[in-house]
């Protein structure tokens, strides 16, 4: 891509400051979108701002700095720049910068992580500048080579136009000239209403070379020269590497080196992975697995249960007098649920290719938080920012996993002791499934009070788990306390509460077992939901309400919650008779800016096996950039958020997580999928997620619809622990 000076930077400053804000580092940024002098990419061809490069054939190249690991990112940005940019979309292609180059011109790609469903609605205003900016300035320099005002000029599918004289010339004729002129100080930007490309269910950019076999993946990467890795990390977090008796696999084929990595781990080097793999697994290894190994999943769920009787709690929202309204309450419900640990599971395993020598470091690997991978490369390798670079490359899935960095380091790791020679390091299946970084294991107690009317007066909810940001993000939690860990149960913002209730109080006790939890697709709305939305139905069996009616008198004061829900309500028919034994459920939620709601259809044999027939969901993410990739991200949400209701679950024995690959952590299959029915209807005024949000409501809907077919309620998951599956 481009050539630049890199400016000298302390390493550990650049460490540090990218832990500091990686979370938010779009706000507040100072985005040039280009200058006096043109900057050329790799082809020669001029760059009219950090966005978007012209060639002379009139292909457009939009950068993309967010990942793009399935969920269409990559596509959406595109939309929006090329929107902006008034371009010919069918002349659009693709690119990502890297993270290096981002820190040399001082950031001027922003953030580059990819999570928390941000990847469009936290970027989407400067990128779409980025796009406007470059169309400003083309239409400029066609109306410099013209001397004509440009006010006389318009653009259109890569088209200028000079409306008085007729005349018209194309983008890839004035980019030259457009990438030396210096960018105006502010564009406006569209109405969406207006919106011709943004907006519209165009075909994804990646799926041609992804149906063909050309995508490359971090597990496809081949360099000259390149030896390939396997690891053994110690199976027990806090625990370490004993010991290794290398002289065992002297001589087997292909091996090159055994290399410790860290306190925690060994690997061996080889000219293939498999060779790799063998020798590693033919090699005796002992560990010191610590106190650790004592932990079982019965001790972690007794110590939580602890944590729902009392003692100190973080508060997330309240508001009234909860114990006085409880202790006056006429009626009372009360209820305890529990989710468990889950594992990503993403198809490709965590791999990287690292290349070191004394002078650069680089590495070749998917990741969701480009800078986070570059700011582990830089402390592993210990050079300097302008020494080091991560090529970034598609994600053979996420899920939040891979925005981590654990693999990465040990890449390089590996590389600085055999320097000059590539190294791909790939994690085995098993390796993946017993080093994840886990959806927290939780549990929850609910206890509702109702007046002599049968209204609700009070409710308070006590989590008891575990924090991520305690683990991952430290500097994320506020005076102790994880924000996310309140993610759709907040008082405001863009994960509040759906209800109103006079007495309210949520709290978090925290307690951090050694298992380390991460954020999973969802995160924390994912079992948020589920306690919620269940417990809601529990209370309206209580007041012999219709579960629908009883929502909607504590939704009123929430209408973009409530539409939600009503119209998922009214597609598939609910107050109408269902099908001969059908029997429905709801639930709805705020996450990640979003509103959600679903209905489910399911029917129940011999009260074990579910057939789930149907699921009507609906979305309001104040803007849908790309309404067919918004239908295709519910569904898909919903095969992971039922794999997780009818599959998932990790436990933990001997200190380890014991399922150690797809035998014992199943997935749903395809003719286990019901039909999902999107509704998508964009509100505007907000921008909110999709990848994430939708995948929280699928379980309790389901769930809801079970009690209704066999009067049992179900509240700890996953379902094959009671011996219950898919039909």
């Known amino acids: 891509m481009n050539k630049h000076v890199s400016p000298q930077m302390n390493r550990r400053a650049f460490v540090i400051g990218t832990a500091a804000v990686g979370a938010g580092l779009a706000l507040g940024l100072d985005i040039p979108f280009g200058g006096p002098t043109a900057v050329r990419a790799a082809d020669g061809s001029p760059e009219v701002n950090a966005w978007v490069v012209i060639r002379p054939d009139d292909t457009v190249v939009i950068r993309i700095a967010r990942s793009e690991m399935g969920q269409g990112t990559l596509t959406g940005l595109a939309q929006l720049v090329a929107e902006e940019l008034e371009c010919d979309w069918s002349k659009v292609t693709t690119e990502f910068p890297s993270p290096g180059q981002n820190v040399a011109r001082k950031r001027v790609w922003g953030d580059f992580s990819t999570g928390g469903s941000r990847g469009i609605r936290t970027s989407q205003d400067y990128v779409r500048k980025g796009g406007a900016t470059a169309r400003v300035m083309l239409i400029q320099a066609a109306a410099d080579e013209w001397k004509v005002p440009a006010s006389e000029c318009s653009a259109a599918n890569s088209v200028i136009t000079h409306t008085p004289s007729g005349k018209t010339t194309t983008y890839g004729k004035v980019a030259e000239a457009a990438a030396k002129l210096t960018p105006p100080a502010d564009v ?36 000259p020269g390149m030896l390939n890795a396997a690891i053994k990390d110690c199976p027990v977090t806090g625990g370490k590497l004993k010991s290794y008796d290398e002289t065992k696999i002297v001589g087997m084929k292909g091996v090159k080196k ?93 791999n990287a290719t690292a290349l070191y020598t004394a002078d650069k470091c680089e590495v070749w690997c998917g990741t969701q938080n480009g800078e986070a991978a570059f700011a582990a490369t830089l402390e ?28 990465v380091r040990q890449a390089v790791l590996i590389a600085k002791q055999m320097p000059g020679t590539p190294i791909k390091l790939l994690w085995t299946r098993e390796e993946d499934m017993t080093h994840g970084r886990y959806h927290p294991v939780t549990q929850c107690k609910m206890t509702a009070g109702f007046d002599a009317d049968n209204n609700l007066i009070a409710w308070h909810m006590r989590i008891s788990g575990q924090s991520i940001q305690f683990t991952l ?25 759906g209800y109103s209730v006079p007495n309210l109080m949520i709290d978090h006790s925290m307690r951090n077992p050694h298992i380390i939890p991460g954020f999973w697709r969802g995160v924390n709305v994912n079992h948020n939901a589920l306690y919620v939305e269940c417990f809601v139905d529990e209370m309206a069996l209580a007041v012999k309400q219709d579960p629908l009616e009883f929502r909607r008198k504590l939704m009123k004061d929430h209408p973009k919650n409530l539409a939600v829900l009503e119209a998922v309500a009214d597609k598939i028919g609910w107050g109408k ?28 044999t011999d009260g074990s096996r579910i057939k789930v027939h149907r699921i009507v969901a609906a979305t309001d993410p104040g803007y849908a950039v790309n309404p067919a990739q918004i239908e295709r991200q519910v569904s898909g949400s919903f095969v992971y958020g039922l794999t997780g209701l009818f599959y998932g679950g990790c436990t933990v024995k001997d200190g380890r997580i ?3 690959n797809f035998d014992t952590y199943n ?51 996953p379902l094959r622990d009671q011996n219950i599956t898919f039909a």
């Open 658 to 660: 014991e399922q150690t």
């Open 380 to 407: 592993a390798s210990e050079l300097s920012a302008d020494k080091c670079d991560v090529h970034k490359l598609m994600l053979g899935g996420g899920f939040g996993r891979r925005g981590q960095t654990d693999y």
């Open 188 to 223: 406006k930007l569209k109405d969406p209403k207006d919106w011709k490309i943004a907006g519209k269910g165009l075909k994804r950019l990646d799926t041609p070379d992804k149906v063909t076999g050309t995508t490359v993946y971090g597990i496809d990467v081949k360099l």
């Open 473 to 497: 993000r430290p500097e994320g939690l506020q005076n102790g306390m994880d924000p996310s860990t309140f993610q759709g149960l907040a008082p405001k913002g863009d994960a509040a509460f």
């Open 258 to 350: 055994v290399v410790k990595v860290g306190d925690t781990a060994v690997a061996v080097v080889a000219d293939t992975f498999w060779h790799a793999k063998t020798a590693l697994d033919a090699m005796p290894i002992v560990w010191d697995e610590g106190p650790n190994a004592k932990v079982s999943s019965a001790s972690i769920a007794q110590w939580l249960s602890e944590g729902l009787e009392g003692g100190p709690a973080y508060v997330g929202n309240s508001n009234g007098d909860v114990t006085t309204a409880l202790a006056g309450a006429a009626k009372k419900v009360e209820a305890v649920y529990s989710y468990p640990y889950q594992n990503h599971a993403t198809l490709e395993p965590m």
């Open 667 to 717: 997935s749903m299959r395809i003719n286990e999928m019901p039909k999902v029915e999107s509704i998508v209807m964009p509100s505007g005024g907000f921008w909110g997620g999709v990848g994430e949000p939708t995948i929280c409501v699928a379980g309790p809907a389901v769930l809801n619809a079970y009690f209704a077919a066999t009067g049992k309620r179900i509240r700890s998951v």
């Open 577 to 604: 008779p269902a099908p001969q034994g059908v029997y429905r459920g709801l639930a709805h939620y705020n996450g990640f800016g979003s509103y959600v709601a679903a209905a489910a259809e399911v029917s129940v």
